[in-house]
T-cell receptor, first 112, second 113 residues
Framework: GQNIDQPTEMTATEGAIVQINCTYQ??????LFWYQQHAGEAPTFLSYNVLDGLEEKGRFSSFLSRSKGYSYLLLKELQMKDSASYLC?????????????FGTGTQLKVEL | DVKVTQSSRYLVKRTGEKVFLECVQD?????MFWYRQDPGLGLRLIYFSYDVKMKEKGDIPEGYSVSREKKERFSLILESASTNQTSMYLC????????????FGPGTRLTVL
């Protein structure tokens, strides 16, 4: 089965850096996704990691360690608009019908 | 841009009614998915489809069925709605190629009275 853990809530200050952690235990692994979801809206894709290491995309970076079953999403230069839920999702297999298992999400609140 | 649309943003139904939720994607994607999202439980996969007329059960298929007669359309059916099916329902699609990220529709907030 799959088990994905991430903190329920985090609070950070505008302009700061925040790291959102995700640990997973899955039967088979074919990649880890991060999605952002603003209140009342659909999740949108942020990043994807399949190999160990850091993937950087502007203010957002995502890290993966497959041996530790661990990932984090790093948000730099926080802005108020970054207040949202961040969802960690694992792809347990590849090929067609690439379904995902999602964590429960981390609600990030950015304050002045 | 990929566009995934869902037939309704808000829906109110009564217990025992048959409910149809429709999802359409315009990017010729192979894969389509139905999730429900509940506070504290996150996104849970109900059913998915990797081809026309093909379907596979997700983690919580009980009480639901699906139909995919055309590539662009994936329907979720509640045969006899119950109050515990009150939830936000999200449809998604993916190409089946490359990173294969999923693109989500805006969601349907279903309330069963």
């Amino acid at each position: 089965g799959q088990n994905i853990d991430q903190p329920t809530e985090m609070t950070a200050t505008e302009g700061a850096i925040v790291q959102i952690n995700c640990t997973y235990q899955t039967s088979g692994f074919n990649g880890l996704f991060w999605y952002q979801q603003h209140a009342g809206e659909a999740p949108t894709f942020l990043s994807y990691n399949v190999l160990d290491g850091l993937e950087e995309k502007g203010r957002f970076s995502s890290f993966l360690s497959r041996s530790k079953g661990y990932s984090y999403l790093l948000l730099k230069e926080l802005q108020m608009k970054d207040s949202a839920s961040y969802l960690c999702a694992v792809s347990p297999r590849g090929g067609g019908g690439n379904k995902l298992t999602f964590g429960t999400g981390t609600q990030l609140k950015v304050e002045l | 841009d990929v566009k995934v649309t869902q037939s309704s943003r808000y829906l109110v139904k009564r217990t025992g009614e048959k409910v149809f939720l429709e999802c359409v994607q315009d990017m010729d994607h192979e894969n389509m998915f139905w999730y429900r999202q509940d506070p504290g439980l996150g996104l849970r996969l109900i059913y998915f489809s990797y081809d026309v007329k093909m379907k596979e059960k997700g983690d919580i298929p009980e009480g639901y069925s699906v139909s995919r007669e055309k590539k662009e359309r994936f329907s979720l059916i509640l045969e006899s709605a119950s109050t515990n099916q009150t939830s936000m329902y999200l449809c998604a699609s993916s190409s089946g190629q490359g990173i294969d990220e999923q693109f989500f529709g805006p969601g349907t907030r279903l309330t069963v009275l």
